[in-house]
């Protein structure tokens, strides 16, 4: 999450103004309606709404039904007050508050046209969501005149209300956001949505002016520390999306007619998957460049076609003249264009003949590259394509699967938690009622739905397969008491399968927590093999460690100690949190994982606690010893872990896109040695003395893929020095390391970190040769 001064912002590349063709009618928006039940039945609208915010006033409302705030989504009326009053109704964290978990908020749109006439400010902690049976229309009236119509982060008089590395938790799902009535030379945007990450926008629909001079845009981002987003459609406007972020994973876009498809402002790491672009000027524009200090660091394109666009992918450097030498770091992978007569080019002009027919382009890149002997290689030039694993593939492309909404389903296929006598009031013990909840629901082939609350457990929750699992404003299952206490003797808070079980789940929009001194919790463990069903999937299923109200592990317990020196006699033992965050286990295959965030907290969220820092200690990130595999992690992070962030031991078959990882503040006081010391059992890596923790490490596993990794390491005992440019890359000595396996990486991103491979115990690339801008570029990787 961490702030820091970057690039941005506002900046504009100078676009010609060239005509397009007609936009699309109605059926534009890619979206097939499900059948039955009808929409004015979609069970989110319907279902008893009886989740609670234990840590709100008494009275406080979860879940806010726009229409009860007076919207009328009638075409006509303007609906922006009433909308914002939904959003902030119970004196909520809106602008101005640094943060909040505990006034969670659930927005609900029923089907309409609403007519949004200023803009709709999103909060802290709001799922903002839409009918997704018939998506509600926010429609910007004909004298709409503001710079965004959905602002998620507002500029004040101190710049953004929210430091954009900071917002959390948010979502945004299935609606249309129609510019067209705003006049097409009105600079605006769809959504504003400087963020971090466990935010997600999907399902939206952007319909903007194709007016030969349109100034519309569809998304607009310019700082944050993401994030994913995805299936979403833009038709029209300037440029669809406008983008910079330190990294983002965004997959399954379709931009049809507009001036720009992406025009990128900056970015450290990207990943972009699944972009369709049709009857563009540009595809991918990628050559911001205020001054001479290109803003692009790097960018990895996949699975992806561009049709009917004169110029696929642009960029600005032309490293005789540029600054830094690698910046535009660029990789594509499978990218099918149709008319595209210029596929990529550079200042200088044509680098990649496209083709007025067909062509795929099965590689290309330019950037730095390394094996585990040779390196650093400049390189600009058609590569050969990553073997791909047949089980990660669907046709061809990585195998991928959007969350569900569940549209097709009645109300009365859901079971809630709190029917089951589940009270979610962060004091009750829940665990049986939670067990008996999963169990029903699985018994009665229901989706088992979490209302808002904290769910305070004290032994296990047993995910069985079959289940399908969703929650409403990130309900949170929290695990506490004696039974995960004992390090020496590791306990999952929540187990998906027992050992050895076949079958498959989906779960989604959840949090899986620690109560105070937890030294033994695994707080997921995923056992289930899936690979022989269907994959399962997570999505926006978040870990998150202390720093919230009812944790216990926030400023008073757990301020950062920069001063003392720890050890392992020292450490506070009411900070010691969890054992390990998530666990996939050795007999577990086919897990597909989404805008999964495992946040170990680097400092109090709460209101009043001024986002001041502390210090929790959790041993170990994921780890991954699936023996078979099959396994995608698509827009995940893990950070601020003990020993390591993400752990690969044993396994194969894993696709990793975009990985981002951050190593503890306070580390190297104490190093990672420290509290947690080394269990043979979990592969454990050793450490020197002194060293931190790794972002990634790889054991004895093949067929592992990267499409980019931000490994970053940003403090040493919270001092940001060593990771500001020009300090010698010096807050840690390694942050990935590779034993005796086969992988592939594509884009590989550090930070303070002075080398950033090690090979079977050799350092292979030195930050010093890989600069680029803030962080360090690796385009590519292989062993
Ligand atoms: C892409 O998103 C659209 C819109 O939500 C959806 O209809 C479609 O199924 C998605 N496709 C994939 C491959 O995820
Ligand atoms: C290397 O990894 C393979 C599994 O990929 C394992 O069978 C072998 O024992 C390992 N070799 C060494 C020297 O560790």
């Known amino acids: 999450m961490r702030s820091l001064s970057f690039q941005s912002l506002l900046s504009f590349a100078a676009l010609a103004l060239l005509s397009l063709s007609e936009q699309g009618t109605a059926s534009t928006t890619g979206l097939s309606p499900r059948a039955a039940p009808a929409c004015a039945d979609f069970w989110l609208g319907k279902i008893a709404h009886t989740g609670v915010a234990p840590h709100a006033p008494a009275g406080y409302k979860v879940f806010r039904n726009v229409k009860d705030y007076?919207?009328?989504?009638?075409?006509?009326?303007?609906?922006?007050?009433?909308?914002?009053?939904?959003?902030?109704?119970?004196?909520?964290?809106?602008?101005?508050?640094?943060?909040?978990?505990?006034?969670?908020?659930?927005?609900?749109?029923?089907?309409?046209?609403?007519?949004?006439?200023?803009?709709?400010?999103?909060?802290?902690?709001?799922?903002?969501?839409?009918?997704?049976?018939?998506?509600?229309?926010?429609?910007?009236?004909?004298?709409?005149?503001?710079?965004?119509?959905?602002?998620?982060?507002?500029?004040?008089?101190?710049?953004?209300?929210?430091?954009?590395?900071?917002?959390?938790?948010?979502q945004?799902?299935?609606?249309?956001?129609?510019?067209?009535?705003?006049?097409?030379?009105?600079?605006?945007?769809?959504?504003?949505?400087?963020?971090?990450?466990?935010?997600?926008?999907?399902?939206?629909?952007?319909?903007?002016s194709t007016a030969a001079n349109t100034k519309h845009q569809g998304l607009f981002i310019e700082e944050g520390s993401g994030g994913w987003v995805g299936d979403l459609v833009f038709n029209g406007g300037a440029s669809a999306m406008a983008v910079g972020n330190q990294q983002f994973t965004m997959r399954n876009l379709t931009i049809n007619n507009a001036r720009t498809a992406i025009e990128q402002l900056w970015s450290w790491g990207w990943t972009y998957q699944q972009v369709n672009i049709n009857n563009c000027q540009i595809g991918f524009d990628f050559t911001a460049a205020p001054g001479n200090d290109l803003k692009v660091g790097s960018v990895v394109i996949i699975d992806s076609s561009i049709t009917n666009t004169p110029v696929g992918v642009s960029y600005g450097n032309s490293a005789a003249t540029s600054s830094p030498a690698i910046a535009n770091t660029i990789i594509l992978e499978n990218v099918a264009l149709t008319n595209v007569p210029t596929a990529i080019k550079s200042a200088k002009g044509t680098v990649l003949a496209g083709s007025t027919g067909k062509k795929t382009i099965a590689a290309w890149g330019r950037g730095n590259a390394y094996t585990p002997t040779t390196g650093p290689t400049s390189f600009q030039k058609e590569i050969t394509p990553n073997p791909r694993p047949a089980d990660l593939l669907v046709g061809g492309k990585f195998y991928t699967r959007s969350k569900p909404h569940y549209a097709e389903l009645a109300v009365s296929q859901f079971l809630t938690a709190r029917s089951q006598g589940a009270k979610g009031d962060g004091k009750t013990d829940d665990t049986a009622a939670i067990n008996k909840l999963l169990a029903a629901a699985k018994a009665a082939n229901k989706v088992a739905y979490f209302d808002a609350g904290q769910y305070l457990v004290t032994g296990t929750i047993k995910i069985p397969a079959g289940s399908r699992i969703t929650g409403e404003a990130f309900p949170v299952i929290m695990s506490s008491g004696s039974y995960f206490a004992n390090s020496a003797s590791p306990k999952p808070v929540v187990q998906v399968g027992a050992s050895g079980e076949t079958g498959s789940i989906e779960w989604s929009n959840m949090i899986v927590s620690t109560k105070g001194s937890q030294a033994g919790a695994i707080l997921i463990q995923y056992n289930l093999n899936s690979a022989s069903a269907k994959p399962s999937g997570m999505w926006d299923v978040h870990v998150r460690v202390g720093g919230f109200a009812g944790s216990d592990q926030q400023l008073p317990q757990c301020a950062k100690t920069p001063n003392t020196v720890i050890t392992s006699a020292n450490v506070p033992k009411a900070c010691i949190a969890g054992f390990m965050s998530m666990h996939i286990t050795k007999g577990s295959s086919g897990l597909l994982m989404e805008n999964c965030w495992i946040w170990?907290?680097?400092?109090?969220?709460?209101?009043?606690?001024?986002?001041?820092?502390?210090?929790?200690?959790?041993?170990?990130?994921?780890?991954?010893?699936?023996?078979?595999?099959?396994?995608?992690?698509?827009?995940?992070?893990?950070?601020?872990?003990?020993?390591?962030?993400?752990?690969?031991?044993?396994?194969?078959?894993?696709?990793?896109?975009?990985?981002?990882?951050?190593?503890?503040?306070?580390?190297?006081?104490?190093?990672?040695?420290v509290p947690f010391a080394k269990v043979d059992a979990y592969s454990d890596p050793n450490f020197d003395k002194g060293q931190s923790g790794y972002g990634l490490r790889v054991l004895d596993s093949k067929e592992i893929l990267v499409y980019g990794a931000g490994l970053y390491s940003f403090f040493k005992n919270y001092d940001v020095t060593c990771s500001q440019i020009g300090q010698g890359s010096s807050c840690q000595n390694r942050i990935f390391s590779v034993m005796n396996s086969s992988m592939k990486v594509y884009q590989l991103n550090t930070v303070g970190t002075t080398k950033m491979i090690t090979y079977n115990g050799n350092d292979v690339a030195s930050a010093s040769k890989n600069i680029n801008g803030f962080v360090q570029t690796i385009a590519r990787f292989q062993t």
């Not at 949004?116 to 839409?130: A, F, L, N």
């Not at 820092?613 to 003990?642: D, K």
Request: hydrophobic content about 35%; glycine content about 10%.
């Open 70 to 170: 007076g919207a009328k989504g009638d075409g006509k009326t303007d609906d922006s007050a009433a909308i914002n009053k939904a959003i902030s109704d119970g004196n909520r964290c809106g602008p101005g508050c640094t943060g909040s978990t505990k006034t969670p908020a659930l927005v609900y749109f029923p089907p309409g046209t609403y007519m949004i006439g200023s803009p709709i400010i999103d909060y802290y902690y709001t799922q903002i969501i839409g009918n997704p049976c018939s998506l509600p229309v926010l429609k910007a009236t004909s004298s709409f005149s503001a710079r965004w119509l959905l602002d998620g982060n507002p500029y004040g008089a101190n710049g953004l209300a929210w430091a954009a590395v900071n917002v959390f938790w948010r």
């Open 172 to 208: 945004v799902s299935n609606f249309v956001i129609d510019l067209t009535a705003a006049p097409a030379t009105l600079e605006v945007a769809g959504i504003h949505w400087p963020t971090a990450q466990a935010t997600s926008l999907s399902n939206i629909v952007f319909k903007m």
């Open 600 to 673: 170990v907290a680097d400092h109090d969220i709460e209101e009043g606690a001024n986002n001041e820092q502390i210090s929790l200690y959790v041993g170990r990130g994921l780890l991954v010893e699936s023996t078979a595999g099959s396994i995608w992690l698509y827009g995940t992070g893990s950070e601020h872990h003990q020993r390591y962030q993400y752990h690969l031991v044993k396994t194969r078959g894993v696709m990793m896109g975009q990985v981002q990882t951050e190593s503890a503040y306070y580390q190297n006081n104490p190093d990672a040695t």
